[in-house]
């Protein structure tokens, strides 16, 4: 029967470790409080039945040896697993607190118990042969259950610290009832009394736990309070650094007192270890999740936060700095015409174009969109202009995706450069930015930064964010958003056969506001949708209130340059046209300049409005560089001369002979001609004599508001006739 308790033994702890199992995977999902509790019920009846058994035993009249060290070691087991129950139910209620979810929890325990039972063994082999008169079994389950308490009183302690539980009632009872059956298990173990003794306490402390079940909660166990896994990689660090210890000095301690502590201590090194190997691993893909954090996804570069980074390290260290903040012009309207597969295509284009112009110490990074920044550091910030030049050039390059399609952006570069410390890397950043947005503006390319730009740049902020607030407001009270009308004259009766609607804005500060001091903002911010819109109702508003008052006239409407790629436009001219605007007194002006950025696309937007019965008019005609080819196909019904060659042509006669020979061009494709920016009476008498069909210009009258245009209607003539085709 020698066999019996090592091998009873060896199965109690191959049944303590079937059970963390067991229990460690029911936690997929954290349990509730009733579930904490019932477990916890468990470990203290496991722990009731064996003091029971052990003491019943301990009492049968006759004594047999055997029996007795049989329930020796019932109770040595039963204390274990109760203990492991208590554990993990303490382990459940704090995952459930803190959110914390660890699956080595119950491995990290049983190694500290395993490390705490060598430690032991190693203190009472330093006391010579056994003095306790116990069998090395008896004394080994003595030393695992007041091990397994001690654990157990550091576990309470550990959830209630870092699951903010310090002041629950039921922590605070169970703490101080393991506290008392740390110190009877140390007490019977140094008097060397068999485990069995113990067993009052531990009835007299179970009950306490179970007690602690009808305690009203001290905090709500649902709520989550956010920790780390911090405390359970310190223990299992210094479990393994204790059994290392403990492994290096058994070697002088005699074999059989040595093998405890040799045998405990590897368990426990090995136990702790997994903890440690799995660290390695969280380091691993920590260092991978950082590198992913840094990196901007679709070129490969850094990102902003590793930009800022970077930017504050060299003003740390005191070294000068230069930074550049490139955005890439015209990008969203290709995003927005060709899709998002092209764009991204071009932002990984521009990446590698300006990744070769660098230096090999700068720092490129992708700060969002299509945004990028250059770091420049110690010399390399001598050149930064060139840098800058060299750059938007490199930006230029066309790029011809698979589609055959020629990609070509610019770019406006801001530049701020700090020599001596006292700013941070935010500050370099935003002033870099205000630099780019003065280049994007003035349309110079390259910007330095410089301290007179701030009020401009604020006062460019303030103008958008009103901007945003004048749109949204409905159009009745928008007194801010208006449009104003400038006749156009048939140049061979006289009589006013329509007008063109012009956007203008009362600001509050400003006043009135020109056209050029605000769309720039709105197409670069994208609002231009919101205010075409408002400009179109509005005109198309008028022109009913015209008729009804007996004068029709057409009423043309400018369209921005991303307009004919907006595929909402159509919608928008479908719904004036369904709310009683005439088709044929409808006209849409198109800027030349931003038909040729993208003829064919612009020919099959202008043939769609055409299939309306919209007119269609060319804008500016001669201020870009017209082809002939696409003017063949255009649907167009007019042209309107650029103001820059009316104003000439009375006093230079190659200027006269490009309108004469522009309105020759017009008649021969069927379209009706319209000199703008006509200012005195001899200009008039020209582009009569030349043949234009009509003129507009301060000569018959400035923009006015919609009334003010009909009162100016009303005293020129009662009423307009019915439009023909040319005039």
Known sequence: MDWLPSGAVTIAAIALLGALVSINRSRVQPPDEKKVWQLMLLGVAIVAVAAVVTQGLAFVPFR????????????????????????????????????????????NGLSAVLVLAALVNFVVAQGGPPKHGLALWQLQASILACSTVIILLGTVIWVSVIGGLIHDRRLQLIALALA???????????????????????????????????????????????????PTIMGALLVQSFGVVLLTVTNPIDIDQGLPVTGFALAGVIGASVRVLQLVRDVSHLTQTRHQAMTDELTGIPNRRALLLAVDNALRNRRSAGLLILDLDRFKEINDRYGHAAGDRLLRHAAEAFATQIPARAFLARLGGDEFAVLLTDADTADTPRLAHNLARAAAVPLRDPKGRMLQVG?????????LPGIDGGELLRRADVAMYQAKTSGSGVQVYDSALEAAAQERLELIDDLRLALKSPAPQGNQIQVHFQPQLNTTTGRVVGAEALVRWWHGRDGLLPPDRFLGLAEQNGLMQSLTERVLRDATTQSARWRAGGHRLRVSVNLPASGLPDHSLLSLIDEVLADGMPAQDLVLEVAETSLMKDPAQALEAMHRIAARGVGISIDDYGAGYS???????????????????????????????????????AHRLDMRLIAEGVEDNATLAMIKDLGCDESQGDLHSPPLSGEDFRTWLDARSPASPALSTRA
């Open 64 to 107: 047999v040896p055997r029996l007795t060290e049989a329930g020796q070691l019932i109770f040595s087991v039963g204390c274990i697993l109760g203990c492991a129950m208590l554990y993990e139910a303490l382990v459940f209620w704090n995952r459930a607190r803190t959110q914390m979810a660890d699956p080595t929890d119950s491995l």
């Open 180 to 230: 008392l059956l740390s110190g009877v298990e140390i007490m019977a173990l140094i008097d060397g009394d068999p485990p069995a003794i113990a067993a009052p306490a531990w009835l007299i402390c179970g009950g306490l736990i179970a007690a602690c079940t009808l305690i009203a909660p001290g905090t709500d166990i649902g709520t989550p309070y956010m920790s780390t896994n911090q």
């Open 411 to 419: 770019a406006s570069i801001g530049i701020a450069t700090v020599d």
């Open 627 to 665: 082809s002939l080819r696409y003017m063949n196909d255009l649907p167009a019904t007019e042209l309107k001369i650029d103001r820059s060659f009316t104003a000439r042509m009375t006093s230079d006669r190659r200027t006269a002979a490009v309108v004469a020979g522009t309105v020759e061009l």
